[in-house]
């Protein structure tokens, strides 16, 4: 079971990615922080505002050292073919077509075969700081994804409504 303050499960998946297939693997990511957000399906209702938001601020996780990795049980031909229609993205999809990754991160609709809209926080050295699940008919909040890493990424105590720049309460 994932647990924030325990180590990321580990995993290696094909993804699509600026025009190309290409096998993601957690321990790539060692050294940066990443938000792997998981959502139910390509070419839904709620899916392409998520997907399309967060490319639409990938500039702003850039600058606080996050990459971005979408996943859902579609294929990468599946991916591809969104993306495109979608008109491009800033970041890769992963292909978790067995599900493997879904079920390791507790993230499975066994009944429906689909992902719930999950947010995982992963620091640089590989350990789950936030994690969040939503109903898969609610959207998630980009902006606050960035302020919870702009936050951890004091390495203080924040309080309630904490935004960059605030005072924080102290080391933890």
Known sequence: MVKVGKKAPSFKLQGYFNNDFKEYSLEDQKGKWLVLFFYPLDFTFVCPTEVTGMSKHYEEFKKINCEIWGMSIDSIHS????????GGLN???LSD??????????????EEG??????????????????????????????EIIRVVKALQTGELC??????GQSTLGKA
């Open 79 to 86: 991916h591809k073919n969104w993306v495109k229609e979608l």
């Open 91 to 93: 970041y890769p999809l």
């Open 97 to 110: 077509i067995k599900k493997e990754v879904s079920t390791m991160y507790n993230t499975l609709i066994e």
């Open 114 to 143: 689909v992902s719930l809209r999950a947010t995982f926080v992963i620091d640089p050295d590989g350990i789950i700081r936030y994690h969040l699940v939503n109903d898969n008919n609610i959207g998630r909040n980009t902006k």
């Open 159 to 164: 309080p309630v409504d904490w935004e960059e």
